[in-house]
């Protein structure tokens, strides 16, 4: 059973922009902190950007400034807005709902080209 439903990933150019989307129950979203993480080949999935119901947002260093989470309460959906990409941006993105249970979406490929 699919908890998490992501979308919104794909093939962009260095500066190009991409929105990531995960939709979910509204028992799951209003209950849980959100995140979006990311796993490069042959390295460890890290959280990329995390929002938490009251709202404070937590940024990893490498994407500060250019990527932006938000949550949209009515549609309980996340979104991961990517301005700015670069070649190293590349890897597959996971949507991630945290309470007293882990989802974790499908995953989504995002490849930035040089």
């Known amino acids: 059973q699919v908890q998490l439903v992501e979308s919104g990933g794909g093939l962009v150019q260095t500066g190009g922009s991409l929105r990531l989307s995960c939709a979910t129950s509204?028992?799951?979203?209003?209950?849980?902190?959100m995140g979006w993480y990311r796993q490069a080949p042959g390295k460890q999935r890290y959280l990329v950007a995390r929002i938490f119901s009251a709202g404070s947002i937590y940024y990893a260093d490498s994407v500060k400034g250019r990527f932006t989470i938000s949550r949209d309460n009515a549609k309980n959906t996340v979104y991961l807005q990517m301005n700015s990409l670069k070649p190293e941006d590349t890897a597959v993105y996971y949507c991630?709902?945290?309470?007293?249970?882990?989802?974790w979406g499908q995953g989504t490929q995002v490849t930035v080209s040089p």
């Open positions: 991630n709902a945290a309470s007293s249970w882990n989802y």
């Open positions: 509204r028992s799951i979203f209003s209950t849980s902190t």
